[in-house]
């Protein structure tokens, strides 16, 4: 009986996803994505990619201040997993356009004037041309940019989100450094917790000398907690992997042209990421639709007054206090309006 009355409410759930038709997963020559309501989806429908507007930054700039990102179609509260442009926010009145540039990039116009605003940078030089590209967004969450000039070949990546990351690493993404290359994909957190998409001070990445990952101080070397060497199977600092966790794997790939963390899910419905949090915590959740939260299935360093700094100057972490955080005595919060979101970083200062 119930499991009969589960398999209707699957079942209903499929017919409504199936109705929602109509939506694409391509950005090509000719098709833009236009308009501040008009989404990418993914063919499995996992994730869905637009633009929008951070509440906080809106009462700021008078509702005109755009960002272009991905997130989970299945979670209530826009849970963005990429952002294009957290530090170099849309500020024009008109809404912007997602499409592919002459030189066969991708970019996002302003309407009004035709200008650019973001692009991938990537089409140049590669002989690519507009009629030749296109973007895609995957099921596994990745904006790709294909030129599929070659018709005897596969199509070719000229770009991917994957590579470059903002605070959140989703199954089968990569961790860490290509060595030819030289490009390191980082986390890289949130300024505030619920705030504008705007890159803060922490940073989880590979450390090549033990090698490791760590999480530090994105603009100096001040480490504040680190994974510890690789044994094979997991890191000894995260215990909470050293069993078998059913559906999830798990490597670090350490070669002669890469140096990466990797996990896969091998359960497709399975909504999950490992995100760095805007109080410098690693932590990996997945998502339960019956609670509609998220379940955190460990969090590192484990104790949040372990994370370097995360108070700011001048102030106290302590467990036993509601907030965290205080000042010092004989000091007061440098901007209570930052402190209110949950940016520390300017601390506290002399009464
Ligand atoms: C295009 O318009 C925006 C405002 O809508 C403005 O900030 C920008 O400078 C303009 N660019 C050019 C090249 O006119
Ligand atoms: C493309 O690359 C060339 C040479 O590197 C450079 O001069 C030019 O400004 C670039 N064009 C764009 C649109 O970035
Ligand atoms: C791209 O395709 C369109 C429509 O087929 C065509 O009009 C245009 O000339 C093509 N552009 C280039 C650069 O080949
Ligand atoms: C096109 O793809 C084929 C098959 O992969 C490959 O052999 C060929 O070198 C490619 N051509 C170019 C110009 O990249
Ligand atoms: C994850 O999946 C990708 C694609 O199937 C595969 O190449 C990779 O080896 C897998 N990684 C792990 C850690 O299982």
Known sequence: MAAALLLVLVFAALCLCVGGAGSTDTVSAGR???????????????????????????????????????????????????????ANPILDGAS???????????AVFNRANATITWSTKSANGS??????????????GNLVLLDASNHSGQPRILW???DHPTDTLLPSAKLGRDKLTGLNRRLVSNKTPAGPPSPGAYCYEVDSATPQLVLKLCDSSATYWATGSWNGKYFAAIPELSGNVPTFQLAFVDNGREEYLQYNVTDEAVVT???????????????????????????????QCDVYGVCGPNTVCAY????????MKGFSVWSPEDWAQGDRSGGCVRC
């Open 273 to 303: 990421r490992n995100i760095i949090d805007a109080a410098g915590q690693n932590k990996h959740q997945v998502w339960l639709d019956a609670s509609r939260g998220w379940l955190t299935l460990y969090a590192t360093p484990k104790g």
């Open 320 to 327: 036993s206090l509601r907030p965290l955080c205080s000042c």
């Open 96 to 106: 912007p356009e997602l499409a592919i540039s002459a030189d066969g990039d991708l």
């Open 127 to 140: 002989g690519s041309t507009a009629n030749d590209t296109s973007a895609v967004l995957l099921n596994s």
């Open 32 to 86: 833009p994505l236009a308009g501040g309501d008009a989404r990418l989806v993914s063919n499995n429908r996992k994730f869905a990619l637009g633009f929008f507007q951070s509440q906080q930054a809106s009462e700021e700039f008078g509702g005109s201040k755009w960002y272009l990102g991905i997130w989970f179609s299945a979670v209530p509260d826009l849970t963005t997993v990429w952002v294009a442009n957290g």
């Open 160 to 162: 991917q989100s994957f």
